[in-house]
Nanobody, 123 residues
Framework: QVQLVESGGGLVQAGGSLRLSCAAS????????MAWFRQAPGKEREFVVS????????LTADSVKGRFTISRDSAKNTVYLQMNSLKPEDTATYYC????????????????WGQGTQVTVSS
């Protein structure tokens, strides 16, 4: 059974940084695409960034390009989201997701989800 557990969320001032982690278990980690999505109150869940199984390919939403970076450590079955230059509009619950292929930016392309971690950016 696949399990994804996020951590690292919190409250930060605008301009600050946070690093989220997502620990995966129950699936061969190195062959699956991992992604981060986020959902603000009253809004749809939106794609943030994804990384291929090998780590050699990433896809990043325009809204966070140049500020957010995804990486993965296959030895630890963990994917990370480094968030820099945070803005109040980045405030949301951030979800880790696992899926079979790169290039998918909708939630329906991912099979497994974590419980989410809250990120709040104050102005």
């Amino acid at each position: 059974q696949v399990q994804l557990v996020e951590s690292g969320g919190g409250l930060v001032q605008a301009g600050g940084s946070l690093r989220l982690s997502c620990a995966a278990s129950g699936r061969t980690f190195s062959i699956v695409t991992m992604a981060w999505f986020r959902q603000a109150p009253g809004k749809e869940r939106e794609f943030v960034v994804s990384i291929s199984g090998t780590g050699g390919s990433t896809l990043t939403a325009d809204s966070v390009k140049g500020r957010f970076t995804i990486s993965r450590d296959s030895a630890k079955n963990t994917v990370y989201l480094q968030m820099n230059s945070l803005k109040p509009e980045d405030t949301a619950t951030y979800y880790c997701a696992m899926g079979p292929r790169m290039g998918t930016t909708t939630r329906y392309g991912y099979d497994y989800w974590g419980q989410g971690t809250q990120v709040t950016v104050s102005s």
